[in-house]
């Protein structure tokens, strides 16, 4: 395998780290479910369990539930 090499300091490097072209991701980044956003069913399941977390919350008669080891 033939390639060209490309040697960075670690200077630089560090840098580039800082930079705001680092901060943001690239234009052209496709939008694929579950890796470069959150997949859909995952922002289905993150409103339920909001959605239940803030019924239990709002229903003061009822006993907490213990939670199995």
Excluded: H, M, W, Y
């Excluded at 369990?49 to 008669?61: I, Q, T």
């Amino acid at each position: 395998l033939a390639g060209t090499r490309i040697i960075c300091d670690r200077k630089f490097l560090l840098e580039c780290k800082n930079s705001p072209v680092a901060r943001t991701p690239p234009c052209c980044l496709p939008q694929t479910p579950g890796v470069t956003s959150l997949a859909q069913s995952s922002l289905v399941k993150l409103e339920e369990l909001k959605e239940r977390n803030e019924s239990e919350e709002a229903v003061p008669g009822e006993q907490p539930r213990a939670v199995a080891p």
